[in-house]
């Protein structure tokens, strides 16, 4: 049997995904005339109360675009140090948007107004203008850990008060909204922008969305086609992102519970130092001094449990649409054989 636990990117379209994919209405997207588009587009907007979307080719791409779109050159962008947007984006904050990020030290990846506050410059030409705090739900590098609506909102507030725009790198926001029972609405009113993941845990095999006010799409299709990501039938591609949001939302719920069991196991072993909580699909452990993350990794996969380091002594397995009840089964057992 092989597992493969090394991220949700690594899902497989299912036959129903296929089969819509195959019937999708299609056109010329760069005209705006592909159905399957404009109605993914839709509906994602409409998911979170939202005006509009445009559908891209990556998570990066959204959110890259995101960035651009409410920043200008000198900005200063405040994120969390595990953010996505800074450590896994090939320093495109910088080359896109020509901005400077200001990293803050959140809980788990997590950001609350007393961190961000400090952090906003005062208006004086010494400093660059703080103009855009993006927030990640779930946080991909505190190990799945997720905001409510309740963390957010003061966030929110803090970045009305002080004129800032707010983006949500949300590549897995629908983790973060089965874990909370959170309405997506909520998040549609406070966010101006929000990026959401179609080809992680959602398993269609290419796209994000970027949702925002009619304004600020209309801005990001510029900039969408000037990154070279304006698509022809991306239809086929959208109608898997539909099929997504129709269809595996809420058994993301069942990830959660696959990746509780497995943390659950690794805490009762004697070479396991420490598990993160295990809030949704990821889970993040340290092996005692004597065991090297990368040769343990290369062992597990003798045993057909793929994974990947996450630091000399951390390794992070992720669950997804691909991991069934049963393949877990079979990796807490193979854990148990470790040494
Ligand atoms: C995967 C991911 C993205 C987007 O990645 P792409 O591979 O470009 O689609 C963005 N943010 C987070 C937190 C992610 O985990």
């Not at 590098?141 to 309740?150: A, E, H, I, N, Q």
């Not at 990794?297 to 691909?322: P, S």
Request: proline content about 4%; glycine content about 10%.
């Amino acid at each position: 049997m092989i597992v493969d636990l090394r991220s949700d990117t690594v899902t497989r379209p299912t036959a129903g995904m296929k089969e819509a994919m195959m019937n999708a209405p299609v056109g010329d997207d760069v005209f705006g005339e592909d159905e399957s588009v404009n109605a993914l587009e839709e509906k994602a907007a409409a998911l979170f109360g939202m005006e509009a979307g445009i559908f891209c080719p990556s998570g990066t791409m959204t959110n890259q675009i995101a960035i651009k779109c409410f920043t200008r050159p000198m900005d200063e962008v405040i994120a969390d140090e595990t953010a996505h947007v800074y450590r896994y984006e090939g320093g495109g904050i910088a080359f896109n948007s020509a901005a400077s990020v200001r990293l803050l030290y959140g809980d788990r990846g997590r950001l609350n107004p007393e961190l961000i506050e400090p952090a906003i410059n005062p208006d004086n030409i010494h400093h660059p203008r703080t103009s855009l705090v993006v927030l990640e739900n779930t946080v991909n590098r505190g190990g799945g850990s997720c905001y409510t609506v309740g963390q957010i909102e003061p966030v929110y507030h803090l970045c009305r008060l002080k004129k800032l725009k707010l983006h949500l790198d949300g590549a897995r926001v629908f983790n973060a909204l089965v874990e909370t029972g959170d309405d997506p609405k909520n998040y549609g009113r406070m966010f101006d922008g929000i990026s959401v993941c179609l080809s992680k845990g959602l398993g269609a095999p290419v796209g994000s969305v970027l949702l925002g006010s009619l304004e600020t799409i209309y801005q990001a299709r510029r900039i969408r086609k000037v990154l070279g990501g304006g698509m022809r039938q991306a239809g086929f591609l959208a109608a898997a992102g539909i099929y997504a949001l129709d269809h595996h939302v809420q058994r993301l719920k069942e990830d959660h519970q696959h990746a509780r069991a497995i943390g659950i196991a690794l805490a009762e072993l004697p070479f396991v130092i420490r598990v993160l909580p295990v809030d949704t699909n990821i889970i993040i452990f340290e092996l005692d001094p004597k065991h090297q993350a990368d040769e343990f990794v290369l062992r597990l996969k003798h045993a057909g449990i793929l994974c990947n380091t996450f630091g000399e002594q951390m390794i992070r397995f992720v669950t997804h649409l691909d991991v069934t009840g049963e393949m877990v089964d079979y990796t807490i057992g193979a854990l148990r054989k470790m040494r």
